[in-house]
Nanobody, 129 residues
């Protein structure tokens, strides 16, 4: 089992920055990919970013981003803390949503929500104009 807890959301103005955190516990050694998704009221769940572990310590981790956040958001991880981060810069009102982190234990398409096995409870990000 894997447990995920998000934090770092809040209310900010357009142009501000936030850093979301997702702390993982349990069978963290089984995680292949960590992803961030978001969902606004009345809209479907949307892929934001993902980071996949490399197979060796000399290779860089693989990252993926939705077109809507490329150049503004950055995903990273801290293995010592079993935590994945989502740095969000130049926030726009369109970024307002509940943000969820998810863990993939079986390799799959990282941009599809149904390919993930565990989910956090979500953290709200609200961006005012």
């Amino acid at each position: 089992q894997v447990q995920l807890v998000e934090s770092g959301g809040g209310l900010v103005q357009a142009g501000d920055s936030l850093r979301l955190s997702c702390a993982a516990s349990g069978r963290t050694w089984s995680i292949l990919t960590m992803g961030w998704f978001r969902q606004a009221p009345g809209k479907e769940r949307e892929f934001v970013a993902a980071i996949s572990w490399s197979d060796d310590s000399w290779s860089d981790d693989s990252t993926n981003y939705a077109d809507s956040v490329k150049g503004r958001f950055a995903i990273s991880r801290d293995n010592a803390k079993n935590t994945v981060y989502l740095q969000m810069n130049s926030l726009k009102p369109e970024d307002t949503a509940a943000y969820y982190c998810a863990a993939q234990l079986v390799r799959g398409e990282v941009w599809q929500f149904y390919e993930y096995d565990y989910w956090g409870q979500g953290t709200q990000v609200t961006v005012s104009s």
